[in-house]
């Protein structure tokens, strides 16, 4: 059983920026896919970024937060972070990490069998 905790959340002004954690525990392995993902109040669960830990670490993000988002997964074993950069206010949501014993197309949000608590962002203008 693999249990995620995300950390890095709060209140920051547009265009100022936040790094999110993503702290795993029990056993993981290259074979993982990581994702992060964001729920606005009324809205669905949306895809923002995710990795395939594998051979080259391919990453893929939404377009609404290409060029802005970064995933990455170099600080500490088992952590997976998302640097955000240049926020905006419609970036406002509470962020989820997920990840999945397997490799797939990290956008696909029923892929996942882990999720963390979530943390919430606030963007003010």
């Known amino acids: 059983q693999v249990q995620l905790v995300e950390s890095g959340g709060g209140l920051v002004q547009a265009g100022g920026s936040l790094r999110l954690s993503c702290a795993a525990s029990?056993?993981?392995?290259?074979?993982?896919?990581w994702g992060w993902f964001r729920q606005a109040p009324g809205k669905e669960r949306e895809f923002v970024a995710g990795?395939?830990?594998?051979?080259?670490?391919?990453?893929y993000y939404a377009n609404s937060v290409k060029g802005r988002f970064t995933i990455s997964a170099d600080n500490a074993p088992n952590t997976v972070d998302l640097q955000m950069n240049n926020l905006k206010p419609e970036d406002t949501a509470v962020y989820y990490c997920?990840?999945?014993?397997?490799?797939?197309?990290?956008?696909?949000?029923?892929?996942?069998?882990?999720w963390g608590q979530g943390t919430r962002v606030t963007v003010s203008s």
């Open positions: 997920a990840a999945a014993p397997k490799i797939f197309a990290p956008a696909t949000l029923a892929g996942y069998e882990y």
């Open positions: 990795m395939l830990r594998s051979l080259g670490t391919p990453t």
């Open positions: 029990g056993r993981t392995s290259s074979s993982y896919t």
